[in-house]
């Protein structure tokens, strides 16, 4: 596809050819210096922040801006895969990709390419699991071998749980888990007053952290979004405080710890007072 084709293609079945061809043609010499200069490396943190923004898109049920998300997504694959087709090294580009795609996805439902059976999704879930160890040449490794390896940590210790509890290693109930996080609590509450204890309370920190990550697991909610959720509540709040003092005449910097904490109060209330009107009248 020469400069042209890609400037003035809209032809319908050849739009992923002139995205490959464009991600080609921006790392070729006259291309973009920026483009040129990036290495797998360097590109991680745009592959985290598209996910997220993608997630973000999801979750506001924006679907006209997850198209545009899902397309700067894409872009990130296509970008790797242009990376690892320049290296002799790796080896492979962006057909290798979508071939180890497709025979993996094959391969891993024998219920629908093959004779195998599947009543439900735990049982697909199961043999997923089975077909991936024996893939990986995981039946000598430990259980948990790369288990969520390269998560970020909070859904990294909410995939090690999870496998875990697969194999009976959980407690019997919610309230179990919950007597454990209490247990993890008080174990940070004692090394706070322990004399140089910084060490000892980073990891009892950690423990206090999993183990709420475990009962989100047990309760189906995932950590990242429950923290995302209350990041955004935070946000919200904390605008909304800031906004109360303003119409008081104050800043952040010279309003009182008191009166930021009363101001708080007040959005909280406020807040409660909106989500009771908001909820549909009994019918």
Known sequence: MNDQEMIECREPGRQIERAIAIMHRLRAP???????????????PNMLEESYECIDAIRAKDWEHLREELGDLMLQVLFHAELAQERPEEGYGIEEVAQNLCEKLVRRHPHVFGDGAARDSAAVLRK????????????????????????????????????????????????????????????????????????RVEEELGDLLFSVVNLCRRRGVNPELALHDANEKFYRRFHEMERKLAERGKSLQEATAQEMDAAWMTVKEEEKRERKTSKPADL
């Open 30 to 44: 006259g291309g973009c210096p920026w483009d040129a200069e990036q290495t797998h490396e360097s590109l991680i």
């Open 128 to 199: 997923w699991d089975e077909i991936k160890r024996s893939e990986r040449d995981a039946q000598d490794k430990p259980y948990l071998h790369d288990c969520g390896k390269g998560l970020p940590e909070l859904l990294r210790a909410s995939k090690l749980s999870k496998k875990a509890a697969k194999v009976g290693f959980d407690w019997e109930s919610d309230e179990g888990t919950v007597q454990k996080v209490v247990e993890e609590l008080r174990e940070v509450q004692e090394a706070l007053n322990l004399p140089d204890g910084a060490a």
